[in-house]
């Protein structure tokens, strides 16, 4: 898991950006205009999926390879996010008293030694330079002005 790849912020930045103009609809297009909240990450490549499949299932031009490429860097920064996620809940419930052995066979994995070394894999993510999505504020599940 250490040897995937970590895609710059700026990148990430750029890539939901330009899904979020190609893709967002109604209230989606006017958050990221007045305030740049791009869609949800998963939501995001999940519509980059579908213009593919509609478009092949038509027999029209598919998604273009900067949709494509803005998908495929989305989801390395979704990926990474859950991976981050991961570890620090992994780090979390063994400080509070969970051992390695518990950790296991909740996640079904053979022995305590599998649950350390999947920590020890994702550990190192936790640190990872990342394009920061602001949370959503009161209010912005409306469009402006409404």
Do not use: C, N, Y
Request: glycine letters at 6%; charged letters at 30%; zero cysteines.
């Amino acid at each position: 898991m250490g040897d995937l790849p970590i895609p710059s912020p700026q990148m990430v930045h750029a890539a939901r950006a330009h899904l979020t103009r190609r893709f967002g609809k109604g209230v989606e297009a006017l958050l990221w205009e007045a305030r740049e909240h791009p869609l949800p990450d998963v939501e995001a490549v999940d519509k980059a999926i579908a213009a593919i499949r509609a478009a092949h299932a038509d027999g029209q031009e598919p998604p273009t390879a900067t949709d494509l490429g803005a998908a495929l860097v989305v989801l390395q920064a979704a990926r990474l996010d859950m991976d981050r996620l991961e570890a620090d809940l992994l780090g979390a419930v063994h400080e509070v008293g969970l051992d390695w052995a518990q950790i296991a066979a909740v996640l079904d994995l053979p022995d305590a030694a599998a649950a350390r070394e999947r920590f020890e894999r994702f550990r190192p993510r936790l640190d990872a330079p990342v394009d920061e999505v602001q949370p959503s504020k009161p209010g912005d599940d409306k469009a402006p002005g409404f």
